[in-house]
């Protein structure tokens, strides 16, 4: 690439793009709208291939520190009254990269937001773009920003998460597609004795539990919210109680110490179905604003990652941008759908409310939870 990439949203794609272009040499401006910038909610786990993309970025360390790696990659399967359905291991990628790391939204942000700092990223907080002139291709595009002032460059990556505004500029309006679904999300002192992922199956309901730092973890559940409530953020941490209120086992105290609302965030759940091309001309989509997935395989970070490294490696040398763009979406498309779905079934297979049907499933999980598992690691160890 001759001139540099303007990137729109520090997010966890547009942070990590930033960073990978900028250890290739390619110069970089990251647009982020929030003036104060670190994302809310709780936390979140990063699987083996994020933990690899990150790997590349060269802060796997910092992540490692900052966070907490599971031990083994266990993930213990508990039926709500806290009796043992099953357990799987999540897979490593060889000795050094582990297979599941939880850490704090906000640490994650630190750890990225560090590298920038040190890669001397020219980061602009509290603007967005206003436009993009990409008419002359033998030109620079010139992008305006809210402050007035324009910058000119060689490509426009819109990584502005799930309503994103550049997505809008390309091709219109795209409603993201409401899966039915809510997330509740809390986070708690770690007591000694949780020191494993738990996945907790109900009626109709999960509840997992993650430890998230040396001395913090994270619930989070999820329930069918059939026509999109809305939930008034004082009440979250009363009716996250009350919806989960039959967990026993560990979930119990947990959730007897949800009381205050600031310790609560629900999500309705929301995925993007854009079809290819996922650019135009030299401005080009990644993350949740090309491909937003539902939240129960844990993987929207991770694509967001992967793709990252692997744009900045194509477009690094790119002669012709746009073309390049549109390789990139090709190369992605059928990963980032392969997840959307995988994702969408374990959260429809999770919220079976029939009695007799969640006493098969949770047989079959006995039986097939590890090969599901296994199968869908194999799928995504396959070369990007
Ligand atoms: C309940 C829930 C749980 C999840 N758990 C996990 C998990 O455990 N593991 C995992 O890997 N993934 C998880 N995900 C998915 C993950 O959060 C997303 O896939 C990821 O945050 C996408 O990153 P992104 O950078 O594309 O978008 P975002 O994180 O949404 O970042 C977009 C950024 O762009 C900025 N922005 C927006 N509009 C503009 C604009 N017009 N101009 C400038 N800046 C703008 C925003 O302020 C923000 O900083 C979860 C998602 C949900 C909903």
Redesign the pocket.
Known sequence: MKSGVVI????????ALSIALARRGIGTTL????AS?A?L?S?????SN?LQALDRLGVLGAIRDSGWVSPDGGNLYLSADGEPITRTVYPTIGDEIPAIVGMR?VELHRVLADSLDKLKVNVRLG???TAIDDSQSTKPITVTLSDGSTLTCGAVIG????????RTLLFGALEPTYTGFG?W?STHAKPASIDTKIMMMGVGTRLGIMPISRDELYM?GTTREPGKPYYPRDQWAAVMRAKFAAFKGPAAPLLAEIDRPEQV?Y?S?EEVHLPLPWSRGRVGL????AH??S?FM???????LEDAVLLAEMLDGADDVAATLTAFGERRYDRCKFVQDASRQVGQAGATEDKDAILMRNSRMQSSAQRDLDSFYAHLAQPV
């Open positions: 729109v949203g520090g997010g966890i794609a547009g942070s647009i982020e709208r929030e910038w994302p909610s936390g979140l786990f990063i699987y994020g939204r603007v967005t773009v990584a502005d998460g799930i309503r994103s505004q550049i997330v999300r989070f965030y999500t759940v990644i993350g949740d604003a937003s997935s939240p844990g993987q929207g970070g991770a694509m967001a």
